[in-house]
């Protein structure tokens, strides 16, 4: 019913970036939030940046002036620029999707994301 797609995972050296995308299709309502997890071997799934409809933003801390979250609604797409890449953000990055009036989530599959000389 709803599908979300990343892309634009990949293999960066320290001090790079990398720009993810992630386009939801389907059964999508206009007020929601979209935004990034990530999840490292070992680790829980933690929250990198999410964003709002209307443009409001939220960063965890340790991305916080690296990583912009941004999004094109008329598309249902997320995106999230990565800059100033660390080692320890090498994780497998989640695209979630939250549809505020039923609380429903939705993720897509994960894209890797490795960053290592």
């Known amino acids: 019913q709803v599908q979300l797609v990343e892309s634009g995972g990949g293999l960066v050296q320290p001090g790079g970036s990398l720009r993810l995308s992630c386009a939801a299709s389907g059964r999508i309502f206009s007020i929601n939030a979209m935004g990034w997890y990530r999840q490292a071997p070992g680790k829980q799934r933690d929250l990198v940046a999410t964003i709002t409809s209307r443009g409001s933003t939220n960063y965890a801390d340790s991305v916080k002036g690296r990583f912009t979250i941004s999004r094109d609604n008329a598309k249902n797409t997320v995106y999230l620029q990565m800059n100033s890449l660390k080692p320890e953000d090498t994780a497998v990055y989640y695209c979630?999707?939250?549809?505020?009036?039923?609380?429903?989530?939705?993720w897509g599959q994960g894209t890797q994301v490795t960053v290592s000389s």
């Open positions: 979630n999707l939250r549809l505020i009036a039923s609380n429903s989530n939705y």
